[in-house]
């Protein structure tokens, strides 16, 4: 059913629709751009929320052409039960390999005997780590999209791929050749270092797995059969070439590439043409010796006859192009011992396997653990304790184990199992079946209740200066804390009792503790540790119900319908408030007098730059969600009238402050008036 609001309800011409529609497409365009390329919105989620429902409201109701490369398009749709298969018009396929000069010095002559050429000039591009796609455009249009597959069939990831805020819905006219009705381009997606990064610490923040490499965090994202879930991954395309091209007839590589910049695709700005062999050889050293300071992976580069008419000679053999080299770099890799394997339990009771190995140097820096993820990826790997293995650096910074060096194996390594019983805790140890972490499922569990603290003081939660990991782990162990709220309840006399915990820096942590109890809504959600909720889900949980209470009573229903928020998170969320234990520690926080301030909604901040005094008391409600709701429209309270106030607010029996506001003739309002002021807002919380 389509709901009808905004521009949507009112009965308009089909011009202005039209010229509404183009509008609204325009200004969620930019908009996007601000918020996934600049990571600055502009505008709050609940506007943007505002302007794509108004859109594809009129979009209802007033179909157009441009549909298919419209904005609505790139919010992910409904999960998928599974992917279709997708037959690729041209087979995509994959390419040899060389390692070093010699090799590459072979593949030039092979290719000049075939071609029975002096000289072949070729087109030399740095090699990405991602998932090779195939996208097909219908007269400018993006119509589908699928992973490579085994070159003859892939995955039809369509919904995914509009998701990715680089690859255009529509080709750009206005190039030096027209636009064919049929083409197929095929490029690499890919996630760049720091924000794969990001990704992983937030997944480890917020209880999964951290991904491997970018290259396994670029291919989870995009076969995600939840599209939601990708928009909200940091994916990133390079378009490197065609298939079948329909009337578009090339005659060089060079010109395809120069051709697909100009229609609007994103082309690797390293790519670039060579006159000969030689030159390629120096590209693939030179290449080699930035790779660490690209903004992403690369794992070698690819070599291409320029000359179409010459790659059309050489033919493939075996599935892969006689004209086309894949030069690999070295490996930055090293061979080490595992001395063991420990493990360590996280915030949501994760159990995770960690290599502790005989230090190696890769590729220039030191190491001597290495994440096993979990118990599957040892068994698949047959990693024992004693191996001999070979290790790399992913993503420049987290080793990997690669692989056992099976030939050193003197048969006293020993298997590795997951322990039955929590290393911390002691209590059962379960899997459950769609998982593949094993989970302590003691909620008390000391080491998840550590980290759970240390997460919620850490910065970006509440931030309570000073209280470190040590800290939070020795007050736990002293029993003064067994959970976040309880900070709220130390007292200096308790924390002098603590080891060397001399008087100045125990009045230093209680003033940091004092200073976190007004936190910004969306820290104090975040600091909660709900399962899969990070930074950012919270700004939109923070963004969307403008307080606790409300995001409390929130259904389901209701919570998937936000912008970038699955059912997996809203189950999360839902079983989060439903647990006995939490609500306990959440009526703690509200005894300790803990009131978040709600964010100020850009859009309805109707009492910006006003300030607001209150006397005496009202019926309707409390001070502090009276506090609350003249922040959420962008006002200020303040606690003595100046010549500045706004208005007084005089609930009954006022104070002195109502004859002081009298006499610097400061506007004095009722509880009626003031209710009808923020009356909207009321309104929504309730
Ligand atoms: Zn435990």
Redesign the pocket.
Known sequence: MVDLEDSSSKIMDKETAHRRIFELRKTIEYHNARYYQQDAPEISDAEYDRLMKELQNLEALYPDDELASSPTQRVGAAPLSKFAPFAHPQPMLSLANAFGADEIKDFDSRVRRLAKSERVDYVAEPKLDGLAVNLIYENGRFRRGATRGDGAVGEDVTQNLKTIASLPLKMKTGAFRPIPEFIEVRGEVYMEKEPFEKLNRRRVEEGDAPFANPRNAAAGSLRQLDSKITARRPLNIFLYGVGSAGDAAFASHWEILETLAAWGFPVNPLIRPMPDINACIEYYEQTGSIRSSLPYDIDGVVLKVNRLEIQNLLGSVSRSPRWALACKFPAQQAATVIQDIIVQ?GRT?TLTPVAVMEPVNVGGVLVSRATLHNEDEILKKDIRIGDAVLIQRAGDVIPEVVGVILSKRTGREKEFRMPRA?P??G?EVVRQADEAAHR?V?LS?P??LKEHIRHFASRGAMDIEGLGEKLSAQLFDAKMIADPADLYFLTKEKLLGLDRQAEKSAENLLEAVERSKTPALDKFIFALGIRHVGERTAKLLAGHFGSLEALMSAGCEELTAIREIGPEIAQSILEFFAEPKNRIVLEKFQRAGLSPRTPAPTAQASLQGKSFVFTGSMESMGRNKAKAAVESLGGIVHSSVTGKTSYVVAGSDPGSKLEKARKQSIPVIGEEEFLTMIGRQIHRQA
């Open positions: 339990v009771g929590c911390e805790c209590s302590c003691n569990c080491a998840q």
